[in-house]
């Protein structure tokens, strides 16, 4: 049975029962026209991959529907935009179209893997234009972005990437780019001749030392999610990403030889090393714990969308009182660094992480040279110039 949230007069938007009954998975229905042969309505389906919460239990699950709920909403206008346009006999200019409903459309329909980069590829896109082009904020026509804004994009890139990511956003929003120009709804690609130059081997992420996570683990926060909180713990102290650490089971657990063993969602199919082996002391084993009846399938943590654990995560940091911004991906790099502070070979390190090849590791040794010099650096000037004078006159 399907129900009709909002019934646009060509396009409506409707919803079908998944999982049970327990999702629900949204697309529209195109009213195209009336066939002369048979006198029924033509209508269309268009798959969303948009799904609510059936009965949301909590904010979290509301909150989730509603923000879906409005994309779900913005789609529907802008098809139903088009089919006018259409049945007027006057089809909108695809060049014309206004960008974000387009992106907006883009979004919601890509399926791959990376489609939080995707997400993360036009909030920034957002943030650019309301620094550099407010008049655009509503209505972005898609002739408008040129070779030159595009060059102040790639800027604004590098100078409010704090992370690694600034290359990773260009390379999706370029990605989408690239659909458009292939939909007709850009004449010419904008980004010929314009380059994103970054240091690829610099680590910018913040990092918690050894010490902000002692402080970190301390600190309670009422009404926080405990799996989130378990799963950011465990990454800490395995180095694993959060698309491993949200599909771990108890199969993953070898118990006999206390190892942690699973294939890297990220290099499954493209590396060698897609596997890893991490060892696991007693703490962690009993961290983990065994399953419930022996249901060695079933998840060990049991984690809400990856938007509602950063949030989750971030609240956290910030009653630590942590002046740092800490991504879910921030455990993975804490781990190496924290690693190679007490010693460890980066061959090791390397291994842990599931590095095909030392290149990518790299990176951490520099990390760990640089906090090093903020170390020295840090030493009160007075204190310093005693120690040099006292070398002096040992050696004099």
């Known amino acids: 049975m399907r129900k009709n949230f909002i019934c646009g007069e060509r396009v409506k938007l409707i919803w079908s029962p998944i999982k049970g009954g327990t999702i629900k ?38 909150q989730h529907n509603k923000e879906q709920l409005a994309m779900a909403k913005k789609v529907q206008q802008l098809r139903e935009t088009e089919l006018v346009a259409h049945q007027l006999g006057a089809p909108l200019p695809r060049h014309n179209v206004n960008y974000w409903d387009w992106m907006d459309g883009y979004y919601n329909a890509y399926t791959k893997k990376d489609k939080r980069m995707i997400e993360a590829a036009i909030r920034r896109f957002r943030g650019f234009i309301g620094e550099a082009y407010p008049q655009y904020m509503s209505h972005l026509p898609a002739q408008a972005i040129t070779k030159a804004m595009v060059a102040a994009f790639v800027d604004f890139l590098n100078a409010h990437g704090r992370r690694t990511d600034p290359k990773s956003v260009y390379a999706r929003w370029k990605k989408m780019l690239r659909a458009a120009i292939d939909e007709k709804i850009i004449r010419e690609d904008p980004t010929k001749g314009v380059r994103m130059v970054v240091d690829e081997e610099a680590l910018l992420k913040d990092i918690l030392s050894e010490e902000e996570i002692e402080k970190l683990l301390a600190t309670k926060v009422i009404g926080q999610n405990p799996e989130v909180r378990r799963a950011f713990t465990f990454c800490l102290f395995t180095g694993i990403r959060w698309c491993d650490v949200k599909e771990l089971t108890y199969k993953n657990i070898d118990y006999s030889n206390k190892l942690l063993r699973f294939e890297q969602r990220k290099t499954t199919g493209h590396s060698s090393s897609s596997w890893v082996n991490i060892p696991l002391n007693d ?6 714990g065994l399953p419930p009846a022996n249901h060695f399938e079933l998840h060990i943590f049991s984690l809400p969308s990856y938007e509602m654990a950063d949030k989750s995560l971030k609240r956290w940091v910030n009653h630590a009182g942590i002046n740092k911004r800490i991504s879910w991906h921030c455990a993975r790099h804490s781990f190496a660094v924290n690693l190679l502070n007490n010693g460890a070979n980066i061959k090791t390190v390397a291994s842990l992480l ?43």
């Open 25 to 62: 998975s949204l697309c529209l229905e195109h009213y195209i026209g009336i066939d002369p042969r048979t006198g029924y309505a033509i209508r269309r389906r268009e798959k969303l991959n948009i799904y609510l919460y059936a009965v949301p239990k909590n904010a979290e699950q509301r």
């Open 283 to 288: 703490e962690l084993l009993e961290f983990i």
């Open 354 to 396: 599931g590095h095909a090849s030392l290149q990518h590791t790299e990176k951490y040794t520099r990390a760990v040279d640089s906090l090093k010099k903020n170390a020295i650096d840090s030493l009160p000037t007075g204190l310093l110039n005693k120690k040099i004078w006292f070398i002096r006159q040992m050696h004099s």
